[in-house]
């Protein structure tokens, strides 16, 4: 296995930790509003990570937290007159049905900040206790950056000589314009927490540190975890931050190999809510379905740039379109778990830093010749076997091709005319035990004047949308 490390700026091959054994920590959304491309983006890509080292025989345990604790939610709190659990709770939920729809299992463990205040206080008091933090007079308490000698290591970052005087002098209380809040003193009658350093909330950069250090990291280690992930926006300050906490309050540093996704831009512009061209997941799944999305997004490597528009996601149906095709060829045959030639490649090119485009290529390949050898020899059993074996692959590692192949092809019929053509395949089989064939073709046309054909086959009658 290699990974492209963010800070080395390098392929790595992989080692973790102990032996056949991965630590996984991603940050995940801040939920005060729906899930939008971006956080999508980012879900799907360590979501294949995982898929990818567990093929690998390795135990992953995976981590991806829930902000819960943010002046957004707040703000949105306020503006709806609702609770901030109500706010939470709502955009939680929807959040998890969006990545679920998109085919994301279901991280290991799945911390929330507003269950982690006794971690994040044990995290500020080590740091206030070793002198990398210190407490204003009006209770907020900051990290001390002149005093972690390798602050800017992970992002690269050099600091400008003028933009950090100007910030100084406009810095209030702070030693340094870098420092940043570990604690928040509130005073305005909004949300506070307890704790001993006065009612406050926590500083965001903190959470996920506390939160790896409870959940994930074995003080015996050089390293709190394996690999830590994020969006690439993530890299500075959040990631830079997380790293000093956990670098100066514990005795290893936060992660082994660091890994960020590219950004999301919508027909070319970076994803933005301040842009007004945020796509949500929620609407994107009005018109296609979940795991045509997933195809899509993860079409392009992770660490490049997505720019999201719907001629490119129509042509990725298609291709996704060959590969149902020939399951449904396929159809009502059993997995038999056979070693070939596709199987080995595309494990080899995922455990390439997940080399998706390859990959894909290696799909549409197998795809051609399976059917190149089916059109030769409609019974030729070697090939149908291999098949099953292929695709049963890519359902597991790739999380794509797990629909009935029938109705994949149904998507955009709503609901009630789905059930009127089930209803009317229920009669037509009816009238077909009664040997009633006149009726049987005259609900046989009824159905197909419905945009769809049928197709009868021995596990039963399907059908799908006309082309």
């Known amino acids: 296995m290699y990974i492209y490390d963010s800070v080395k700026k390098e392929k790595l091959k992989f080692k973790s930790l102990k032996p056949k054994q991965v630590s996984l920590y991603v940050c995940g959304p801040t939920v005060y509003d729906d899930a939008h491309l971006g956080h999508a983006k980012s879900a799907l890509v360590f979501d294949l990570l995982k898929r990818v080292l567990s093929h690998d025989n390795y135990k992953v345990t995976y981590a991806r937290n829930i902000t819960d604790v943010d002046d957004k939610i707040i703000k949105k709190a306020q503006e709806q007159n609702k609770s901030i659990k109500e706010i939470t709770d709502t955009y939680t939920t929807a959040y998890h049905r969006d990545m679920s729809a998109l085919g994301i299992q279901a991280p290991d463990i799945e911390p929330r900040a507003t269950e982690s205040f006794e971690a994040m206080h044990e995290m500020i008091s080590a740091l206030i206790n070793k002198g990398h933090a210190y407490a204003t007079p009006a209770g907020d308490v900051y990290f001390d950056t002149a005093s972690d000698k390798n602050y800017l290591s992970i992002s690269g970052r050099v600091q400008n000589e003028e933009d950090t005087q100007s910030r100084v002098e406009s810095s209030g209380q702070k030693k340094n314009a870098t420092d940043f809040a570990l604690w928040k003193s509130v005073s305005d009658g909004s949300l506070t927490f307890s704790s001993p350093f006065g009612e406050g909330r926590p500083g965001w950069h903190l959470e996920c540190s506390a939160m790896i250090e409870k959940h994930l990291s074995d003080q015996d280690e050089a390293y709190a975890v394996d690999i830590h992930g994020g969006g690439a926006d993530l890299l500075f300050p959040h990631h830079e931050n997380e790293a000093a906490q956990t670098r100066c309050s514990s005795n290893h540093e936060l992660a ?212």
């Open 256 to 467: 082994r190999y660091w890994m960020h996704n590219g950004f999301v831009n919508i027909d070319g512009e970076k994803m933005s809510k301040s842009l007004g061209n945020s796509f949500f997941i929620k609407d994107a799944l009005k018109s296609y379905d979940g795991e045509v999305l997933r195809f899509y997004l993860l079409s392009v490597h992770y660490r490049s740039n997505f720019n999201f528009n719907e001629d490119d996601l129509l042509s990725s149906k298609k291709r996704l379109d060959k590969l149902y095709r020939l399951k449904k060829r396929l159809f009502g045959l059993k997995v038999v778990e056979e070693k070939t030639s596709f199987i080995e490649a595309l494990k080899e090119t995922l455990s390439d830093d997940m080399n998706v485009s390859k990959a894909y290529a290696l799909i549409d390949e197998m795809v051609s010749d399976i059917n190149e050898k089916l059109d030769a020899n409609p019974k030729d059993k070697v090939a149908k076997r291999e098949a099953t074996s292929n695709l049963a692959l890519v359902e597991s590692l790739l999380g794509f091709g797990l629909n009935n192949p029938f109705e994949y092809f149904q998507h955009g019929f709503d609901t009630t005319i789905k059930t009127t053509i089930n209803d009317l395949i229920l009669q037509r089989n009816e009238a077909k035990k009664e040997k009633n064939f006149e009726r049987s073709d005259s609900i046989r046309d009824e159905i197909l004047a419905l945009g769809v054909n049928i197709m009868d086959t021995p596990e039963g009658t399907f059908w799908e949308a006309k082309e």
